[in-house]
C-alpha cells in the first residue's frame, strides 16, 4: 500500500471496494491507515502476506502497547483487505478481535451540567452545549444542523443521516427553541448567499458552506469545563451519557431513550442503567431487612461509660 501521491493498482481497488459498500470516509481513512501500517511491518506488499504473518503481526501490535480499542480497529482494516478486496478467505480468518474491557462512561450530575452551561464562553457554545446535553445529540449531530432540522410546530428536531445513515427525531425543549431563536438573529450570514433558508447551517464555519467542525466544538466544552471546574476526565460525548443517565433516574422507559439515542439494540441503552447513580443507590439492600444483633464493641463501651458513671 503505497502513499497517497502514487496509489498502487492495489490500494485503489480497495477504495474502490470502500466506496461500493458506502463506507463513510473516516472509516475508509482508518482501513487504508490500518493497511498501510500492516505493509509497513511486512516490508512488502500485503497481498504477498502468509497466515503465519498475520498471527505475527496481530502479536505484533500487543507487544507494542496498542490498546485492546485500537488493536480491534487496526484488524479490522486488515481483514477488509483480505476478505473483499484480495478474496482470502484465508488469511481473513486467521484475523481474531480481541474483547475490549466493558468501562462505565463518566457522567456528570445535574448541577455540574448547569455550571458547565453557565460558563459557556459565547453565545454559540451555550446553544451548541445546551442541544448535546437537552437532546442527547451527537457533537457530528450538533454541528450538522440546518436550519430545516428544526420543526417548532412539533417541537422536534429531525437529525439527518446520522451515525449508521439513520434519520431520527428528538424533542426540542421549549428552553433550547428560544437559545435558537436568539442564535438565529446572531449568527454569522457571510456564507448564507445562494443558499435556501432551510438549508443554511445553524453553526456555519469558518470555510465557505461548511458547518463548524467537531474539533472546534469540542474546544468550547473544554474551555466551558474548565472554567466551571470539572476535574473528571470528561469529553464533549459526556453530555450525550449525561442525559440518558438523568433520563433514566427520572423514571423514563428505556425503550423511548433508546428511539431518542438512535440505538440499534436495547442491551446498548440499558448500560446506562450501571452508570444510573441515582438508581443504584435508591435500591434498598436485603441486608436492611435482616435484624442483626448489635456489635460487641458497642456493648463494652456502654458498659464503659454505665461504670464511669457510678465510679463519679
Known sequence: MS??????PLRQRMIEDMAARNLNRHTQRSHLSSCKRFAAWLKRSPDTATADEVRLF?????????SICNRNRIMTGVRFLFRVTLRRHDLAAEV????????????LVPDEIRRVLACAQSLKARVMLTLAYGCGLRAGEVVRLTAGDIDSEQMIIRIVQSKGRKDRHVMLPAEVLELLRHWWKERSIEHDAGITPEKRWLFPGR??????????????????????????PVTLHTLRHSFATHLLEAGVDVRKIQAVLGHDKLETTARYTRVATGMIAAIESPLEALSLPKLRYEQKSKRKRKGRARSK
Not at 481474531?96 to 457522567?107: A, I, Q, R, S, T
Open 3 to 8: 502513499d497517497a501521491t502514487t496509489i498502487s
Open 58 to 66: 496481530q502479536l505484533h501490535l500487543i507487544e507494542s502497547g496498542a
Open 207 to 232: 470555510g465557505e458552506h461548511r458547518p463548524l467542525t467537531v474539533r472546534q466544538f469540542g474546544r468550547l466544552f473544554k474551555e466551558a469545563a474548565t472554567a466551571a471546574g470539572i476535574r473528571k
Open 96 to 107: 481474531w478481535h480481541m474483547k475490549e474491557p466493558l468501562k462505565l462512561p463518566p457522567v
